[in-house]
Structures are given as structure tokens and as C-alpha cells.
T-cell receptor
Framework: GAGVSQSPSNKVTEKGKDVELRCDPI?????LYWYRQSLGQGLEFLIY????????KSGLPSDRFSAERTGGSVSTLTIQRTQQEDSAVYLC?????????????FGPGTRLTVL | GQQLNQSPQSMFIQEGEDVSMNCTSS?????WLWYKQDPGEGPVLLIA?????ELTSNGRLTAQFGITRKDSFLNISASIPSDVGIYFC??????????FGKGTKLSVKP
């Protein structure tokens, strides 16, 4: 596709359940990022994948959060034992890497609501 | 950690007016970027700046990378109704991830 796609667009879950959020980056983009956006706030960095390098997990808020990227393309963000404070929009972005790594292109996001 | 101070938090525009917003940081950045976000969508990249002092335009939008590398501004000239939305500045370092400001919400004057 032409842009970054994410699924599902909306997810409502009960406290304590696990959720998986998916991101399909732009074809050919080697770098992939996950951010979280709480209501009325800016974006908070979570995790970053670049090629085959070990991911930068420095933004993950707790060990309940994990992400993987299979085959250098699709990524899944997993939140275990969800809490109400996890409610937010989760945004994925990709970039070409190299000198253009900061030019990140975002998907539409997944709105997560934890009841 | 690194933080960006973006101002103003919100502003009202009348069609045809020029708009200005800015971001400052206590840290230096290698890149400054400006994004626009509409409701229910992801941020869309407007302008990317890579050199201190650089002034770049994209249509009616003009942005500058501050000479100290700690600030940037965005100007919108002759605003139109579709300019409403939330504008975010973002600073990029050498680590890959972006640090975002909290946004400037542009609304139409009632």
C-alpha cells in the first residue's frame, strides 16, 4: 500500500486482558517506530526497530509492553494484562532510515480503550 | 529527559490571517520537523529541517531551524479553513526516535 497501515483501528478490552496491535510499514522502509498518544497530549516514544539491529526499547513504560518485527516488515505491539492507564492511541511510523531516518510517516493509529 | 516547549497551546484564526507558532528546547537537535494532525488520523509530515539556520517553505508554510539548534518556528501565511488542526513540532537526535511538543491547536474564530 501507499502508506503505513494499522489494525485494528479501534480496540476495546477489559482490564487484565492482553491485546495485540499490528503495523504494516511503507514498503522499503527499514525503520519502524511505535508511539503512544494520550488524549490531548503529544506523542510518547515507545520502541524503535532499524533493520536487523536490536530494537531500542528505551521508551517502553513497563515490562507488560513488548514488540516484535518479523521479516523486517510487519510489527506487532503487545500489551499484557492491560490497565486503564494504557488507554490511548497507539501510532506506528516508518522511515527510510539512513540520512532520512527522522522523516517518519505515520499510520492512522489504533485507539485502545481499557474498561 | 528531553522536552520540547511548544507555544501557543491554542489559537484562533480568521481566514486570511498569518499564523506563527514555535518550539524551544533545552537540548540541541540534529533535525526539526513539523507535523499536522487532524482528528482521528495520524500526524502528517509538513516540513523537515536539517541544518541550523535553515529556512524552508512548503506552499504557504515556512519553517526555520534555529541557529542554536534549540528552537524552531512555523509560519502559515494567508490561513484557510482547512488549516485547522493540531500542529506538532518534533526534534530528532542521533537515536532515531523523535521528541514531540504537546501541540498547537488551531481553530476558527467564532
Amino acid at each position: 500500500g501507499a502508506g503505513v497501515s494499522q489494525s485494528p483501528s479501534n480496540k476495546v478490552t477489559e482490564k487484565g486482558k492482553d491485546v495485540e496491535l499490528r503495523c504494516d510499514p511503507i514498503s522499503g522502509h527499514t525503520a519502524l517506530y511505535w508511539y503512544r498518544q494520550s488524549l490531548g497530549q503529544g506523542l510518547e516514544f515507545l520502541i524503535y526497530f532499524q533493520g536487523n539491529s536490536a530494537p531500542d526499547k528505551s521508551g517502553l513504560p513497563s515490562d507488560r509492553f513488548s514488540a516484535e518485527r518479523t521479516g523486517g516488515s510487519v510489527s506487532t505491539l503487545t500489551i499484557q494484562r492491560t490497565q486503564q492507564e494504557d488507554s490511548a492511541v497507539y501510532l506506528c511510523a516508518s522511515s527510510l532510515g539512513g540520512r532520512s531516518y527522522n522523516e517518519q510517516f505515520f499510520g492512522p493509529g489504533t485507539r485502545l480503550t481499557v474498561l | 529527559g528531553q522536552q520540547l516547549n511548544q507555544s501557543p497551546q491554542s489559537m484562533f484564526i480568521q481566514e486570511g490571517e498569518d499564523v506563527s507558532m514555535n518550539c524551544t528546547s533545552s537540548s540541541i537537535f540534529n533535525t526539526w520537523l513539523w507535523y499536522k494532525q487532524d482528528p482521528g488520523e495520524g500526524p502528517v509530515l509538513l516540513i523537515a529541517l536539517y541544518k541550523a539556520g535553515e529556512l524552508t517553505s512548503n506552499g504557504r508554510l515556512t519553517a526555520q531551524f534555529g541557529i542554536t539548534r534549540k528552537d524552531s518556528f512555523l509560519n502559515i501565511s494567508a490561513s484557510i479553513p482547512s488549516d485547522v488542526g493540531i500542529y506538532f513540532c518534533a526534534g530528532g537526535g542521533s537515536q532515531g526516535n523523535l521528541i514531540f511538543g504537546k501541540g498547537t491547536k488551531l481553530s476558527v474564530k467564532p
